[in-house]
Each structure stands twice: as structure tokens, then as C-alpha cells.
């Protein structure tokens, strides 16, 4: 079985219930760590707060912060998110070291879907950084949840226009980056966990 599990999807899915879940289940017999991805990080994420504070750049891209960034700066902010991601792949390689087991919610897959989804910025993946976040995506072979969108939309509120543009992505990518595809729409928590460990070889 795998020591690196990383759930990725759409919001409303069923990652973080799946990942807490899934690390309570191995807890019980392994050191288990659990590691999240949120989106823009750090100085990114006080940057986007400000913005949307003063009223500048208002916009429905990232639904977030209710900001939209204008074309040509659009590579200037993926640089700057990927600034912010990194040191959280740094914290999940030390915390990788230290676990015989370390369950991920989100991740590299999550991270080029959210650069690209929220910037309305497609070209970011054929950049030489999102090129290679998905070199990382393909190292961590990610569990992909998916749902139909209107079940995703009812989940979790996200408007319809991100949420498709975010849900085509991740069916276009799963289908190369991810190990296995799971259709949460009518499996219970319990049911997709048991998936998922079918899916790591346990």
C-alpha cells in the first residue's frame, strides 16, 4: 500500500470528508499524518483579501475573493501563486519523512486546476510551472472524486460558471494524472473511503 494518498476533485466532492476519515481509519494502526491545500496561500491570499477590501480588480474568476484578474497580468499572479504554494510542498515532504502514512487533501493536480480555474488562465498548464506542477501531479498519482456537477453545485455553493470551468478541467486532467476515478454522487462517506483503499492496494 501506498505511503502517500492524495485526494483530489472538484469543491463539494467529498475530499476533506474522505481524507479525515480515511486518516482516522489508518491512524489506528500507523503513524498517520494529514495535509491540506486551501486554495491561494499565505501573502497570495492577503493579497486577494485586499483587494476585494478596497474594491479593486471586482470581478467573478475567483469566486473566492469576488476578484478578477486582468489578461496580461494573468502569468504575474500564477507566479506569485505558485510562490505561495511552495512552501506547503515543502512542509509535505518533511511530514512524508516523518509518517508511515500521510493522507493529502488536495494536491498538485488541485493546485494547476486552481491556478488556471481561478486566473481564467488555461495557458498557465502549458507553462514551464504548470508543466511542472503536473509532473508532480503525475508523481503523486492522485484519487480523483468526482460528481456530477449539479450534485457538486448543491454541495458546495459554488457558482455555476467556476464550478463547470473547474469541473471540465478536472475531468480532462484526471483522466492522465489520477490512479483511479471515484463517482461520490451515491456512495455514502464510509463507501468512498473503501474505495479509495481499494484503489492505494490495501
Do not use: Q
Not at 484526471?174 to 454522487?185: A, H, L, P
Amino acid at each position: 500500500m501506498d505511503k502517500l494518498i492524495v485526494i483530489s476533485g472538484s469543491d463539494g466532492s467529498g475530499k476533506t470528508t474522505s481524507a479525515l476519515l480515511l486518516a482516522s481509519y489508518l491512524s489506528r494502526r500507523s503513524e498517520t499524518s494529514i495535509h491540506w491545500f486551501r486554495g491561494s496561500h499565505m501573502h497570495v491570499s492577503l493579497l486577494y483579501r485586499l483587494f476585494r477590501k478596497l474594491g479593486i480588480l471586482r470581478g467573478e474568476d475567483n469566486p473566492y475573493y469576488g476578484v478578477s484578474i486582468p489578461r496580461k497580468a494573468r502569468f504575474p499572479f500564477s507566479l506569485l501563486e505558485f510562490s505561495g504554494i511552495l512552501p506547503l510542498f515543502l512542509a509535505r515532504f518533511f511530514k512524508r519523512l516523518v509518517s508511515d502514512y500521510l493522507v493529502c487533501d488536495r494536491g498538485a493536480l488541485d493546485f494547476a486546476i486552481w491556478v488556471s480555474a481561478t486566473l481564467n488562465y488555461p495557458e498557465y498548464l502549458r507553462s514551464l510551472l504548470g508543466k511542472f506542477s503536473l509532473s508532480l501531479a503525475s508523481r503523486e498519482k492522485p484519487i480523483l472524486l468526482t460528481a456530477p456537477p449539479d450534485i457538486l453545485m448543491a454541495r458546495s455553493k459554488t457558482p455555476r460558471a467556476f464550478l463547470y470551468r473547474e469541473h471540465v478541467l478536472y475531468e480532462i486532467l484526471g483522466k492522465y494524472f489520477s490512479r483511479c476515478v471515484i463517482d461520490t454522487s451515491e456512495l455514502s462517506p464510509i463507501e468512498v473511503v473503501a474505495r479509495v483503499l481499494k484503489c492505494v492496494g490495501n
